[in-house]
């Protein structure tokens, strides 16, 4: 057995093998020292190789998709080792031959179909990425739904796309992951490397004709060579890992990036698209946004925040499904319905892989069905085209549906081998075996009882396990009067445990063959059951396919429409020109969060538009904490709230055609890679002033902060003067520096707003209102003293702030300015007691104690007296 296992185990260095021995999958050597600690399970030890105890440890077959997810998590690769055939088979060819085993699966991150390894409401992507003569392409495939796609993309943006996608798991041969390692660690992607043979082109095009079972690949589109050597990779590596089986892919199509809106991964980060900053969706835009009702609508919602568009034609009709969204008076009606969707897709891909089970046979059925009932909601009526087109692919499904419905009971048991899915009057062959396996059940009731009269033992019971079969079970108690005659005569002994003796019979054993060839028979007959329907789902898998996406477009058209009209969202103007209006724009998580605690958010205008050849820029200053970094990432998620068609928070909206929105906000030390907060900046602020276009939108916060004054101030400086002037963006910049509000004088199509504040006796009071003009200061001791700042340190900083600004305005140097500072006197002023007096305290409750209201004249002179007095005191 060792050398069966030592052979299989070194096909897969890479893999933790999974050795299937009964009950078990059992792991050996530095396999299961590795998953021992990973599962925190007990290692143990099994027999001895070359003179040394073999470390084992191992997980029952039943739980075994636990410990898979466990692993998988961890970053394991782990390969199924099943068993091909059963021992009394191995026994046939020698007594002491092996019982056959293979892998029969490698289970990796990007190949997960099952439902309790699979997040449902987002997608599991499985990417490669090739390069041929200096041209790239990424390709990618998500098998739990059957999504396949590929892109050629220049190399400049390959971190962005793969930021983008957020696969599971990326394929790379050893060259490229080398030429790229930098990016792909930047974005904690730690590749696959497979061998360049996967990549191969030439191999690739025979590979995917065959896939898809056809003579050319013309009919899906021209590919390019890099372009089907990342396909190939991906079927490739799917071929190795699902040992042969192929899942069930969608042909191939390709997305180009002119017509998404791109967006790196840094502004990604910031903006916190589809996960918050500590990673989590919650918190997210995703999260805030998504009221679909089905698994396959929160996919789609994800795949469109992903990448929202550029297309004009398509963002209009994705607004008119919206609109229709929101509109429609039988929106609860249907989300009801689909609510009642199982995800179609991912039962699809598991019965297309031979890992389905009747559950998944039940779950096309109630897909169909709701989708007949959906459909027939919606079909006299007229709606905007994309939603017409979704209601389309719901019907036409009736066949499969009938058959299904007659075939199927309500609610499947989860295994094929358990049987008992299969409705009553549907096969009259099953019913005869099902109806003399039950009938033998009731027969061994029967039995039961006269043995348990014949022999005078009330508590006999008539049992059954898998090793035994059928048997006859009395307490210890009875032993001897069951194994003496005359019951010894009937009873045969079988078994003896610590409490309980087991016992047969001539008549037992008939019977017991008689229902196990009945049980048999209805279990075949289950089995071929399962197969037609599985066939004739997999024969309508592409049609299924679109029913599932129509089923998730109208799910996400409704879900945005629900929020647009309770949030009172609106519909916003999208077209080609270089406008930028935003009416009382808010920003949907921040707005979100605070509704929450009872706060209002204050909603603002932002008009970033631009003349035809020009730059628009709003200068943004304004005190800490008074909203600036909430209004600039508002108005970035505006424009792409409306770019993958959504309303957007705002009274109104007018947006010209957004490229690529470029985001540098708050800062992150990067130190793991050696870079320093600064550093990380200036290589995101470099990215933006290389590769901003015209249409691109920018957003900066504080770009320079991280570095002496002077030296931030002039390349803030220099830095506004290029996007000005070069990159000629629409973008909003917000700084600390005052002195760069000057520019909006001098550059053309700058301009200052400011956020205001009111101050109020020492304090100030945040208005979140953000008008034209320059604020002439920051605030930040003020913020300070409200974070809770030691007082005696709050007042030293206002009279060093006072003596610097006094510095400034008479134009004395600052060094000769602080030595005239009275350095020590921070340490001389002694800290003040938190806590209040005894006197203060008293003086306190005597005044909460008065009530003016209920006081007459007299006894308010006295009162007065009376807190003089404790004043004093
Ligand atoms: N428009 C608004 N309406 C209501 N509350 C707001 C609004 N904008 C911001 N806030 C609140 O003010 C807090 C601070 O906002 P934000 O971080 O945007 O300030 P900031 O000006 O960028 O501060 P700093 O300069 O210190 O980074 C937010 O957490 C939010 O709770």
Request: proline share 4%.
């Amino acid at each position: 057995m060792m050398a069966q296992y030592l052979e299989i185990k070194a096909q897969y260095p890479d893999a933790l093998l999974f050795y299937r021995m009964g009950d078990f999958y059992e792991m050996f050597f530095d396999d299961a020292v590795a998953a021992a600690e990973a599962l925190d399970i007990a290692l143990t030890k099994r027999g001895k190789h070359d003179g040394e105890d073999i470390p084992m440890c191992g997980v029952p077959v039943h739980a075994a998709e636990g410990y898979l997810l466990t692993l998988i998590r961890k970053g394991f690769r782990v390969a199924v080792g099943e068993q091909l055939e059963s021992p009394e088979e191995a026994k046939k060819r020698g007594y002491k031959a092996v019982v056959k085993r293979d892998v029969v699966r490698l289970v990796t991150p990007g190949t997960l179909t099952e439902e309790s390894l699979l997040e449902a409401r987002r997608h599991n992507y499985l990417a490669a990425l090739s390069c041929v003569r200096d041209e790239w392409a990424l390709s990618w495939a998500d098998i739990s739904t059957g999504a396949f796609q590929v892109m050629s993309v220049g190399q400049s943006r390959i971190g962005a796309e793969i930021a983008r996608l957020a696969p599971s798991e990326l394929l790379t041969t050893e060259a490229v992951d080398e030429s790229m390692r930098e990016v792909l660690s930047d974005l904690g992607v730690y590749p696959s490397i497979i061998g360049a043979s996967s990549f191969d082109s030439t191999a690739a095009d025979t590979r995917l004709c065959g896939l898809f079972g056809v003579k050319s690949l013309a009919g899906f589109g021209s590919f390019s060579r890099v372009e089907l050597s990342a396909m190939g990779a991906v079927v490739d590596y799917l071929d190795i890992t699902q040992k042969g089986r192929l899942p069930l892919l969608q042909p191939p199509k390709t997305e180009t990036v002119s017509r998404l809106m791109q967006i790196d991964s840094a502004t990604r980060r910031n903006l916190e698209l589809t996960q918050s900053m500590n990673g989590g969706r919650a918190g997210s835009l995703l999260a805030v946004i998504d009221k679909t009702v089905t698994a396959a609508g929160a996919r789609l919602l994800e795949r469109r925040i992903s990448s929202p568009s550029r297309e004009l034609t398509l963002i209009h009709a994705r607004q008119e499904a919206v609109q229709w969204g929101l509109e429609t008076s039988i929106a609860d009606q249907l989300r009801d319905a689909l609510r009642r969707v199982p995800d179609l897709d991912r039962s699809l891909s598991r019965l297309g892989l031979d890992r389905g089970g009747p559950r998944d046979l039940a779950a096309v059925r109630n897909a169909l069905s709701q989708a007949e009932t959906i459909c027939e909601t919606l079909d006299n009526t007229q709606h905007p085209e994309l939603i017409t087109d979704a209601v389309g692919s719901l019907s036409g499904h009736d066949t499969l549906l009938e058959l299904l419905d007659s075939a199927l009971v309500a609610e499947p048991p989860l295994m094929l081998r358990d049987g008992g899915f299969v409705a009553p009057g549907y096969d009259p062959a099953l019913d005869e075996a099902r109806r003399l396996r039950d009938e033998g059940r009731a027969v061994i009731a029967q039995m039961q009882a006269d043995y348990a009269e014949a022999s005078g033992v009330q508590s006999l019971k008539i049992k059954h396990n898998n090793v035994l079969g059928y048997f006859i079970e009395t307490t210890a108690t009875h032993a001897e009067k069951m194994m003496s005659a005359p019951l010894s005569e009937t009873f045969i002994h079988r078994q003896t445990t610590a409490n309980q003796v087991r016992f047969t019979t001539v008549e037992l054993s008939e019977l017991e063959t008689r229902i196990l060839n009945a049980g048999n028979e209805a279990l075949e007959i289950e089995k071929r059951v399962y197969d037609t329907l599985k066939s004739a789902i997999l024969a309508s898998a592409p049609a299924l396919s679109l029913c599932a996406l129509g089923l998730a477009e109208i799910d996400l058209a409704l879900g945005l429409g629900h929020l647009a009209r309770s949030r009172d969202w609106s519909k916003p103007k999208v077209d080609t020109s270089r406008a930028f209006r935003i009416e009382r724009g808010r920003h949907p998580v921040v707005e979100d969060a605070l509704s929450r605690s009872g706060e209002p958010f204050i909603a603002n205008d932002c008009d970033l538009t631009a003349a035809d050849k020009g730059a628009s820029v709003t200068l943004l200053t304004g005190p800490n904490m008074a909203g600036k970094s909430t209004y600039l990432r508002q108005n970035a998620l505006i424009v792409l709230l409306a770019q993958i068609g959504s309303f957007v928070p705002a009274s109104a909206a007018h947006i010209g055609l957004v490229s690529q929105i470029f985001s540098r906000v708050g800062a992150s030390d990067d130190l793991a890679r050696g870079r320093s907060t600064f550093m990380v900046e200036m290589v995101e602020t470099a990215a933006i002033l290389n590769q901003a276009d015209d249409h691109a939108l920018v957003i900066l916060d504080e770009i320079g902060r991280g570095t002496a004054t002077y030296d931030g101030l002039s390349i803030a400086w220099a830095t506004l003067e290029h996007l000005q002037s070069v990159n000629r963006v629409r973008g909003l910049f917000a700084t600390h520096y005052h002195e760069l509000t000057q520019l909006a004088g001098t550059l053309d199509g700058v301009k200052n707003a400011t956020v205001s504040v009111k101050e109020f006796d020492g304090e100030v009071i945040f208005l979140h209102e953000v008008r034209d003009g320059a604020a002439d200061r920051s605030y930040g001791v003020q913020v300070a003293q409200l974070a809770g700042l030691p007082k005696a340190v709050i007042s030293r900083a206002r009279s060093v702030l006072d003596a610097l600004e006094q510095g400034e305005r008479d134009r004395t140097s600052p060094k000769a300015l602080i030595d005239d500072l009275p350095l020590f006197s921070a340490a001389s002023t002694a800290p003040e007691p938190a806590v209040l007096s005894a006197a203060d305290s008293e003086l306190q409750d005597k005044l909460d104690e008065l009530l003016p209201d209920e006081m007459t004249p007299r006894e308010a002179l006295q009162a007065l007296y009376e807190l003089k007095a404790l004043q004093k005191k």
